[in-house]
């Protein structure tokens, strides 16, 4: 049950767009069938962003995106704004029934 | 709305034991999966353990296998973790949150309690 590792930081100036990666064995992450994105702002709980590789919840903005690539997944940025400034893990589901997260990225809009 | 309201942290010595709670609001607690997440101060999320909607299936995570049990009455539309054993290392906010039904992954979350293991 090792995290999935993830860049420890990643910026990027606003309106361009970023990617933060989320890598791990295919034991660790269940075959990625079932990988997840969370933004966390300080002194906050988690808020789902992304689940099962790319769907958005409702009311998230479209410009978040995500997408897998073998034992990859990838969480997409667009037109990076202010309030995207906080931290971001990737979770996964494995195939011993339980869940992984990734290391955290911090997420700095210069 | 759909909420969910942790309670039971605090301070407690090594060795020691807690109970954590968390009541769910706005759903059908009784449809959804359940977990236990936390995070250690400036440190990443860790999932902890999950139930399955009628307690039948438990899972955690290694590092405290042996000593946390995951439990819940959905009469009362509440989740439980009997935390023994406690070690400096779980010193952490302890989130509650929903299994999102139909999907693997975690939607709803709670506030978080503190649970801090000192002597």
């Known amino acids: 049950q090792s995290a999935l590792t993830q860049p420890a930081s990643v910026s990027g100036s606003p309106g361009q767009s970023i990617t933060i990666s989320c890598t791990g064995t295919?034991?660790?992450?269940?075959?990625?069938?079932?990988v997840s994105w969370y933004q966390q702002h300080p002194g906050k709980a988690p808020k789902l962003m992304i689940y099962?590789?790319?769907k958005r919840p409702s009311g998230v903005s479209n410009r978040f995106s995500a997408s897998k690539s073998g034992n990859t997944a990838s969480l997409t940025i667009s037109g990076l704004q202010a309030e995207d400034e906080a931290d971001y893990y990737c979770l996964s589901y494995t195939s011993s029934s339980t869940y992984v997260f990734g290391t955290g990225t911090k997420v700095t809009v210069l | 709305e759909v909420q969910l309201v942790e309670s039971g942290g605090g301070l407690v010595q090594p060795g020691g034991s807690l109970r954590l709670s968390c009541v769910a609001s706005g759903f059908t607690f009784s449809n959804n999966w359940m977990n236990w997440v936390r995070q250690a101060p400036g440190k990443g999320l860790e999932w902890v353990a999950n139930i399955k909607q009628d307690g039948s299936e438990k899972y955690y995570v290694d590092s405290v296998k042996g000593r946390f049990t995951i439990s819940r009455d959905n009469a009362k539309n509440s989740l439980f973790l009997q935390m023994n054993s406690l070690r400096a290392e779980d010193t952490a906010v302890y989130y509650c949150?929903?299994?999102?039904?139909?999907?693997?992954?975690?939607?709803?979350w709670g506030q978080g309690t503190m649970v801090t293991v000192s002597s």
């Open positions: 949150a929903r299994g999102k039904y139909g999907a693997k992954t975690c939607d709803i």
């Open positions: 295919s034991g660790d992450g269940g075959g990625y069938k079932y």
């Open positions: 099962d590789v790319s």
